[in-house]
T-cell receptor
Framework: KAGVTQTPRYLIKTRGQQVTLSCSPI?????VSWYQQTPGQGLQFLFE???????NKGNFPGRFSGRQFSNSRSEMNVSTLELGDSALYLC??????????FGPGTRLTVL | QKEVEQNSGPLSVPEGAIASLNCTYS??????FFWYRQYSGKSPELIMF????GDKEDGRFTAQLNKASQYVSLLIRDSQPSDSATYLC??????????FGRGTSLIVHP
């Protein structure tokens, strides 16, 4: 099976802009989680989706949002970008078992 | 607040030695335990998972779980320079999202 794919791999944006990141899970996986990873904070959970429903949400401001489509693909959106949003954004997919498999990530740089 | 603690390192070992990475967790109800390897600039890659007390071996890797003491460890035998990476421990209870440690940096020097 193909692994988790994320697009784009790299993004450079300026403060105040918005960005949309995409994640395609492993075929057959219906659950997707998003994480933000920074050197200072480690892996921080953003949200979890299962069958188009947000099942869990981390402690991030409302500027961070996400959704999942009927084909299990997921997107996350960050509006009004801040410098502190620069990070590696990771998507993980999993099925009924709880083992999460990560995609390659999207490296976002906010200038 | 569920916590997963790892020594940030770096842990430096010579090539061919055994590297021992440790992780402690606070939630006694945790049921699933995972080790991920993350190379610099890359995403985490699953190495092993363990659910039951005791040892689980996979090639050069052995995961050890002690629920009574609330720790899980990863042993890497015959360490190679290619094992140099950050190792993340993750702990999960039921359907809750996993809690990740901040990782231990491992350096294997020739």
């Amino acid at each position: 099976k193909a692994g988790v794919t994320q697009t784009p791999r790299y993004l450079i944006k300026t403060r105040g802009q918005q960005v949309t990141l995409s994640c395609s899970p492993i075929s057959g996986h219906r659950s997707v989680s998003w994480y933000q990873q920074t050197p200072g904070q480690g892996l921080q959970f953003l949200f979890e989706y299962f069958s188009e429903t947000q099942r869990n949400k981390g402690n991030f401001p409302g500027r961070f949002s996400g959704r999942q489509f009927s084909n299990s693909r997921s997107e996350m959106n960050v509006s009004t970008l801040e410098l502190g949003d620069s990070a590696l954004y990771l998507c993980a997919s999993y099925e009924s078992t709880d083992t999460q498999y990560f995609g390659p990530g999207t490296r976002l740089t906010v200038l | 607040q569920k916590e997963v603690e790892q020594n940030s390192g770096p842990l430096s070992v010579p090539e061919g030695a055994i590297a021992s990475l440790n992780c402690t967790y606070s939630d006694r109800g945790s049921q699933s335990f995972f080790w991920y390897r993350q190379y610099s600039g890359k995403s985490p890659e699953l190495i092993m998972f363990i659910y039951s007390n005791g040892d689980k071996e996979d090639g050069r890797f052995t995961a050890q779980l002690n629920k009574a003491s609330q720790y899980v460890s990863l042993l890497i035998r015959d360490s190679q320079p290619s094992d140099s990476a950050t190792y993340l421990c993750a702990v999960k209870r039921g359907s809750y999202i996993p809690t990740f440690g901040r990782g231990t940096s491992l350096i294997v020097h020739p």
